[in-house]
């Protein structure tokens, strides 16, 4: 079965890190572009990073500097490397798969990660 | 990059047909034809409903479809069920490797 599982989330202080892992099952994570959303409270779905498969990245602007993705070399697993973490930052992180050449149509459940002191 | 503009809410009976759009710029979705939209329950996956502006995934109904015009895109519903009551998202490519979402449209079956 393909599927997505993240893990990682949880209680940080403003200015802590966190590091996000997605463990891929039923495909390879290198096989196609991949990509971090993220759903703060009461807010919408919030676009926040890509990893293609030759390795280009990018970011939403408000985390350039502060979060890299990255992907393990056994090609199961998506990372989001996550520093100097704000209160703004708290949301609901959902990894996803590329499908085609503009959508993600494998998704995780999501991770919290809630940035407070 | 700005959010795509999409209503906060629709509502309609079982059986009715609604539309929700999506309105971006000729940066995103008035330049590619690469807008998807999602189906979310908060707190769940996200699910692919209509990627490429028009195409459907394997496993969604054909009561689904996609459409666009000009900076806008819109997703229809024909043939409401009580199952489809949640958010609906539409993302496009925004060009730069770089993708931007809708606000979200609280769907509501009566």
């Known amino acids: 079965e393909v599927q997505l599982v993240e893990s990682g989330g949880g209680l940080i202080q403003p200015g802590g890190s966190l590091r996000l892992s997605c463990a891929a099952s039923?495909?390879?994570?290198?096989?196609?572009?991949m990509t971090w959303v993220r759903h703060a409270p009461g807010e919408g779905l919030e676009w926040v990073s890509v990893?293609?498969?030759?390795?280009?990245?990018q970011y939403t602007e408000s985390v350039k500097g502060r979060f890299t993705i990255s992907r393990d070399n056994s090609k199961t697993t998506l990372y989001l490397q996550m520093n100097s973490l704000r209160a703004e930052d708290t949301a609901v992180y959902y990894c996803?798969?590329?499908?085609?050449?503009?959508?993600?149509?494998?998704w995780g459940q999501g991770t919290m990660v809630t940035v407070s002191s | 990059q700005s959010a795509l503009t999409q209503p906060a809410s629709v509502s309609g009976s079982p059986g009715q047909s609604i539309t929700i759009s999506c309105t971006g710029t000729?940066?995103?979705?008035?330049?590619?034809?690469?807008v998807s939209w999602y189906q979310h329950h908060p707190g769940k996956a996200p699910k692919l409903m209509i990627y490429?502006?028009?195409k459907w995934p394997s496993g969604v109904p054909d009561r689904f479809s996609g459409s666009k015009s000009g900076n806008t895109a819109s997703l229809t519903i024909s043939g409401l069920q009580a199952e489809d009551e949640a958010d609906y998202y539409c993302?496009?490519?925004?060009?730069?490797?770089?993708?931007?979402f809708g606000g979200g449209t609280k769907l509501t079956v009566l």
């Open positions: 996803g798969r590329g499908y085609g050449s503009g959508s993600f149509d494998i």
């Open positions: 990893l293609y498969r030759g390795g280009n990245s």
């Open positions: 490429d502006v028009t």
């Open positions: 993302c496009s490519y925004a060009g730069s490797y770089s993708w931007v």
């Open positions: 000729s940066s995103d979705v008035g330049g590619y034809n690469y």
């Open positions: 039923g495909f390879i994570v290198s096989s196609t572009y």
